[in-house]
Each structure stands twice: as C-alpha cells, then as structure tokens.
C-alpha cells in the first residue's frame, strides 16, 4: 500500500534536518530560505520490534519491514495560496501526499534565520493554515459554480449532497477554518469529500522542533502551540531534529541508546514519528512469516481478511476462501507455526473476520 506523508513548514524551521534524519535521502540543509526547491522524497521503513522476534523463531531469508514514503516540500511565504515564492509547486505537492507532518520552529538560536524575523510557531502555524485555507476556499468557490445549477433543479442525489458539503467547506473556510473541522453526515458525502482532494482535509501532524534540552520535555513555545490547536483534528509531537541528526551520526546501537537515556528518552523521536504518522491515517500491519522472509503489510484499521488478502495480491481478495490466523504473543510464546497448532491457537477465520495489528496471516484462495 503506497503511503506518502509530505514534511511542511515555513523555511528555515528544521524540515530538511529531519528529512535527512528520516530518509537515507539527503537534501540540502542550510541557513536561508528555499533551501530546498525540488520536494525530495525518501523511503522509510516503519520501526517494529515484533519483526526482529519473529525473525529470530523463523530464521527467514530476509526482513521486510512496512514502508512510507516521506517527502521534503519547499518552504512557504505568505500570498503562496496566489502564486508567491514557490506557492504554486508548495500546494501542489501537498495534493499529492496522504498526510502532513507540519514543522515549527520551537527553539531560540541566534545563528540561524528565521524567515519572519522572530520565533512564534502559532503565528508560522497560522500563515501555513491561511495559505491552505485560502487555496481550498478558491477551489470550493469554482465548485460551487460547476454544481450548484444541478443541485437546485436537477434531479441528481449526488450533486445535492455535494453542494450541501462544498456549502459547508464554504462556511468553516470563510471563519478561518480548515476543511476537516466538517464532518461528513454520511457514506455519500464522504465520497464527494474524498473527489475534492482538498488540502485541509488532510490529517496533520504538527511536529514541535526543539532544543536537545526540551527534547523529553518540551517548552513554552510547545505549549503555545498546543494551546493553539485545541479542538483541531491534529496531533502534536515534539522532536528536535538536530538531536536526531546527532543520533544518526552514531554507530551502533548501544551507542545510540546511551545517548537517547542522556536526554531521558526511551525511543528516537524519528521512530515515533513514523509511527504516528501510522497512527494518524489508522493504519495498522499483519504479518507473514516463513523461510523465505518475515514481512509486515500495512492495511486499514478496520479492514477485513479479504482486503488484506488483496493488499499482497489481487488475486488473493478475488479467490478467498480462508485465513489462517496466528496471534503474536501466541507465536512468541510457543515458539513456532507447529507448537501454536498443536496447542490450539492457530484460527481458521472468513471472509468477515475483522483483521487485528500484528497477526500473523496465512490466506488460502482459489482463483
């Protein structure tokens, strides 16, 4: 399942550190703005400990982790919803993403730019939300025009559900808010959501970059921001990616681990970036495990066997006949496919079975 999250935030806030962090892609980092001019993407495997286990049970050829794509957009100015600085290339590069991981600067440093003169991440927070808001409120507008005769006299079910959407976009837009402020009422309005590719119906994740010595507890600017999204359908974490650029220059594990201890953190903040942007687009991962390779998939939460049977081929969701079902503790605590059969534990479960995160999948089909 392609997954893309786009890396958003005015210039000079720390993008490009982190997406150098994150990817083994490397983008120019440096003290000015626009920096970065070409969004550049680069591939991330998702962190889970639940692969290495399985791995030292089965003895597979290979590990393949889960993956999404992370892609390092240019910084934005004010007026980009009408074309300024690199607006145009900026908007529609988020189009194509599935999430937006939006970065503010939350640290004090003399030494490097920032673009509007002074640190406050809710004024940066705002420009990027204007400019978004601006641009999905010209694209409702144009919408409305193409629709809105169909509604009123026509007889399409559709095209009245979608004006009655687009005229509530309208409203929230006009009042300073973001598309996904509005709720879909039902099945059909959710379709016509999903047609319009706005931009502020994306799933944001808003990422506080701080100081190392914030880095496990955050700051005032952090809580500023926090304050700010208050009744906002977002998530907020706090990461200091020069922090996680001194990780990354570490060689071993121990060593890094030792270094996150310094700094009272358990995990590296890029892992758990990573996995909030699964957790933002509920997304969750089952498993197949054999000699060849032990290999996580990422489905929808709420999916069933059928659907992800498909996420490994098509044809698998066509001839479905069955899944074979083990639980991970299960496999862990017996120790392989055999002992968890023997017990008992292994599920033969049908097409309406609900998959969980982390079972291990075996499908049977016929095509």
Not at 110 to 129: C, L, M
Not at 295 to 314: D, L, M, S
Request: negative net charge.
């Amino acid at each position: 399942m392609a997954l893309k999250a786009g890396i958003v935030g005015l210039p000079n806030v720390g993008k490009s550190t982190l997406f150098n962090c994150l990817s083994s892609a490397k983008a120019q980092a440096a003290n000015f703005p626009f920096c970065t001019i070409d969004a550049q993407m680069g591939q991330v495997s998702v962190p889970d400990e639940r692969l290495t286990r399985l791995a030292e049970i089965v003895h597979p050829g290979r590990i393949v982790p889960a993956v999404c794509d992370i892609v390092d957009i240019a910084g934005l100015v004010k007026g980009a919803s009408k074309g300024e600085g690199l607006g145009n290339q900026f908007l529609g590069n988020i189009r194509e993403c599935d999430a937006i991981i939006h970065v503010l600067r939350c640290f004090d440093n003399g030494n490097i730019v920032h673009v509007d003169g002074s640190v406050n991440p809710v004024r940066d927070k705002e420009i990027i939300d204007t400019e978004l808001q601006l641009k999905d409120l010209e694209t409702v507008e144009n919408r409305i025009k193409r629709v809105e005769k169909v509604a009123k006299v026509g007889g399409d079910k559709m095209a009245k559900i979608e004006y009655g959407l687009l005229l509530r976009y309208k409203e929230a837009l006009e009042q300073g808010l973001s598309a996904r402020t509005v709720t879909c009422e039902n099945e059909e309005e959710e379709v016509c959501a999903k047609q319009m590719f706005l931009l502020t119906t994306k799933p944001v994740l808003y990422v506080c970059n701080v100081d190392d010595t914030s880095a496990a507890t955050g700051n005032a600017y952090v809580e500023q921001v926090r304050e700010a999204i208050k009744g906002e359908d977002a998530q907020l974490m706090i990461i200091s990616a020069q922090t996680e650029a001194d990780i990354a220059e570490l060689e071993t594990y121990e060593e890094k681990q030792m270094f996150l201890e310094d700094l009272g953190l358990k995990e590296s903040g890029c892992n758990r970036l990573i996995k909030a942007i699964y957790s933002l687009l509920n997304l969750e991962t089952f498993i197949t495990a054999g000699e060849m390779e032990v290999k996580a998939w990422t489905y929808h939460k709420g999916w069933k066997a059928p659907q992800c049977a498909g996420v490994i081929h098509t044809d698998f969701e066509k001839g479905f006949i069955r899944a074979e079902v083990i639980k991970y503790d299960d496999y862990i605590k017996y120790g392989s496919e055999a002992a968890v059969r023997e017990a008992g534990k292994l599920s033969i479960e049908g097409k309406d079975y609900v998959v969980q995160d982390g079972d291990i999948m075996h499908f049977r089909f016929n095509v």
